[in-house]
């Protein structure tokens, strides 16, 4: 203990200690904030004799949370540690929800509504009474979300509707939650909404909870929303102790409800909080984090801060304007291998940052070029994959029939020739009867609805369904599914839809990745619990794969590629950071919306996680809507202090395209060449 103790400074030490009154550490980028939570289980675990199963940290991403777990897992041993919760705010009102299930009005095995899934009972819900368009759609449902956020019941949402859109909202609102309680599902607001409610409600549920966790940490705390803060204030609210942290300059997420201004709130709820600020940065160079705070400064703050760091000032912040996107993405392969073999560094070194998941494409490809291994998170993901949503959909429908989704995506795969046809006059017949689809195909009634032999394809695969459901319920249920996966020849299906045989091959590896995936999870939860069965390791990967996109485990020396919004709380030696333009970062919503302050902190996020060099890449050109049309420069390259800035690339292009194209492939080869030898 004496060493993990001795690495912190002592605001950090003060922090660790303080456990008896409710603590605020509230400090900047880098300074060891989540340094801090980890060290400080350790310290609860170790020098004050509190059991791990009553400490539970929170943060906001599985990233974060994996992260959390390893530097807690390089302090304490594994006995130790054992029944230690940290996870992600998600992740615990699903566990809550999952052990409370019955005192909520559910059944187990319950489903996760993904976005896309709620989107389609929307629409479904709204598209009774009228044709509606999908952009009416996305804003009722935008609308709904924000009032579970906000904790805003249906009631009270139809009062304060001011406006027609959101009149509409609040109609839809209540529909929309009767339907998922019939469907047995939840959304994704539902997770932290519905504990809260249960926990308001029912205090006896509430004082299991609060005794169960003795001691509460949150990470990112800047990003909380209303829901998260008021579960975070009722789990706390017995012994009145725990530890946030968090940095205002860092809230990234207000178009998703968060709340910085519960760092305020916090000082008004709790008289006794006591607030740690840290100054020291460990990350980066004082280059990098003199440029961060001058562009911070930008913005109004809530407290204000001076980081500093003893990392010495560092090479010059780069900025690359390159001609075209292609050639800014081409621009950062290049500066990443010549790099890569000059500095003798790993690829994992590196990371890409920008604002849209799209611009990642164009990344991918150069990388590609250059075979140069990376990966992506938050984009298109693991579990995006067709392959992995259709076995996705099985295994949702095994826990939950109800799940009509579910139903419609798999009825088909492989092929059961039950055509668009036959699955309207279902419908037909499921909502007359007020049943889910899968119900409907039991019922006799449906006869009337279809021909017979169309009946019998329905049954066969409804009674086929029922046998695995049945075969899950014995000891063995990952063999069932493995069984079920060979029974429907899915490996058939594959090849006859890729475009090669290879495909097709590692298309059914990922399946297998799938399942031996939902096997350790589900070992891993019995040793917590061995009441945990087969449906609620299910439905932990159904979560997984919606709150972790691709965040597979994998360590594995490669480029990362992230969004800003992905790489919160993380670090790497060099950054790229592209699209430094007008429309981009800012984004041209946030313009128009006049948000760009919230635009200035992604800005701040994205360079302070750089250790050592830090570049910034624009391009003079962009094709936006199928059109070449010229960039204005990011206003928050204007911020910075350009004496630390290098610019490059200012230079009109005078040669050929064959020319450049030549020269382009002649740079590729002698890398290639370098990097062999
Ligand atoms: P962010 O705001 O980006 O989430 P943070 O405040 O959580 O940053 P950490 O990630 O905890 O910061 O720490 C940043 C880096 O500094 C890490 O590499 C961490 O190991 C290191 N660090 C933290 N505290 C110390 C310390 N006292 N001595 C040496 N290194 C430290
Ligand atoms: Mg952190």
Same mark, same amino acid.
């Given at each position: ?21 409710? /603590? ?37 991403? =599985? ?14 041993? &594994? ?9 992600? *705010? ?21 489903? /996760? ?16 009474? !009228? ?6 759609? =996305? ?15 249906? $009631? ?6 001011? =406006?027609?859109?959101? #009149? ?19 959304? *994704? ?48 609210? /017995? ?49 990098? /984090? ?24 560092? $090479?010059?912040? &780069? ?19 010549? #790099? ?9 070194? *590196? ?63 492989? &092929? ?16 007359? #009867?007020?049943?889910?689809?899968? !119900? ?8 009337? %609805? ?71 999870? +589900? ?13 609620? !390791? ?25 969004? +800003?919004?992905?790489?919160?709380? +993380?670090?790497?030696?060099?950054? *790229? ?26 800005? %701040? ?37 350009? $004496? ?22 002649? &740079?590729?080869? !002698? ?7």
């Amino acid at each position: 203990m004496q060493k993990i103790l001795a690495r912190l400074n002592d605001r950090q030490l003060e922090a660790v200690q303080q456990v008896d009154s409710p /603590l605020l550490v509230l400090a900047g980028a880098g300074s060891g904030k989540t340094s801090v939570i980890t060290s400080k289980i350790a310290y609860l675990i170790r020098s004050r004799g509190m059991a791990a199963r009553n400490i539970c940290a929170v943060t906001f991403t =599985n990233k974060a949370a994996r992260e959390m777990r390893e530097r807690v897992g390089k302090m304490l041993s &594994r006995e130790e540690a054992k029944g230690l919760t940290v996870s992600t *705010f998600h992740s615990l009102g699903l566990d809550i929800i999952r052990r409370e299930v019955k005192h909520l009005g559910y059944k187990s095995g319950f489903s /996760l509504f993904d976005t896309e899934d709620s989107r389609a009972l929307l629409r479904d819900l709204m598209h009774k009474d !009228a044709q509606v368009d999908a952009d009416v759609v =996305n804003q009722v449902q935008h609308l709904i979300s924000n009032w579970k956020n906000d904790l805003v019941e249906p $009631d009270t949402a139809a009062a304060v509707a001011e =406006n027609p859109s959101e #009149r509409l909202a609040a109609q839809v609102y209540e529909h929309y939650n009767r339907h998922l309680q019939a469907y047995n599902a939840v959304d *994704f607001d539902d997770l932290i909404r519905l504990p809260v409610l249960l926990f308001q409600q029912q205090p006896e549920v509430l004082e299991k909870w609060q005794h169960r966790m003795h001691y509460l940490l949150i990470d990112e705390y800047q990003d909380t929303n209303i829901s998260q803060y008021r579960l975070v204030k009722l789990l706390t609210n /017995l012994r009145r102790t725990f530890t946030v942290v968090g940095d205002d300059d860092q809230s990234i997420y207000a178009w998703r409800g968060a709340r910085p201004e519960n760092l305020i709130q916090l000082g008004e709820d709790f008289p006794n909080l006591k607030i740690i600020k840290l100054e020291q940065n460990y990350r980066s160079t004082g280059r990098i /984090l003199k440029v961060a705070n001058h562009l911070i400064a930008h913005n109004p703050h809530l407290h204000e801060k001076s980081l500093w760091s003893q990392l010495g000032y560092g $090479d010059p912040i &780069r900025v690359i304007e390159c001609a075209s996107e292609e050639a800014e993405a081409e621009r950062i392969a290049a500066e990443i291998m010549t #790099r890569k073999i000059k500095e003798q560094a790993s690829w994992k070194d *590196f990371a890409v940052l920008y604002r849209g998941n799209f611009q990642s494409r164009i990344v991918e490809i150069k990388l590609q070029a250059f075979q140069i291994p990376y990966k992506i998170s938050g984009g298109t993901s693991f579990f995006a994959r067709n392959e992995i949503k259709d076995i996705m959909g099985y295994l949702r429908l095994l826990i939950n029939p109800a799940d009509d989704n579910a139903f419609l995506r798999i009825i088909n795969i492989p &092929r059961r020739e039950i055509g668009p046809a036959i699955l309207e006059k279902l419908a037909t017949y499921a909502r007359d #009867r007020g049943v889910s689809l899968f !119900a409907a195909c039991h019922e006799m009634g449906l006869e009337q %609805y279809l021909k017979e032999h169309q009946v019998e394809k329905l049954r066969r695969f409804t009674h086929w369904m029922d046998s695995i459901i049945r075969r899950c319920e014995s000891d063995d249920p990952i063999a069932a599914i493995g069984e079920m996966i060979r029974d429907m020849d899915y490996e058939a299906w594959l090849y006859q839809n890729a475009s090669t045989p290879t495909v097709a091959e590692r298309r059914y590896a990922n399946i297998w990745t799938l399942i031996d995936s939902l096997s350790d999870t +589900l070992k891993r939860m019995q040793e917590d619990d061995d009441q945990v069965g087969i449906r609620e !390791a299910i439905a932990r990967l159904v979560l997984r794969d919606l709150l972790e996109q691709q965040e597979e485990e994998d360590d594995s020396d490669k480029v990362q590629l992230l969004t +800003l919004h992905a790489s919160k709380g +993380l670090e790497f030696p060099q950054v *790229f950071l592209m699209g430094m333009e007008e429309e981009l970062l800012p984004h041209r919503n946030a313009i128009e919306s006049d948000t760009i302050e919230e635009e200035r902190r992604l800005a %701040y996020v994205g360079i302070t996680r750089a250790q050592q060099q830090l570049t910034l890449t624009l391009a003079k050109q962009r094709k936006t809507y199928g059109e070449m049309l010229n960039c204005t420069p990011s206003r928050f390259l204007d911020e910075l202090p350009q $004496d630390d800035l290098k610019w490059e690339g200012r230079v009109t292009d005078t040669q050929s395209p064959e020319e450049r194209k030549q020269r382009k492939q002649d &740079r590729i080869n !002698a890398l290639r060449a370098m990097l062999n030898n």
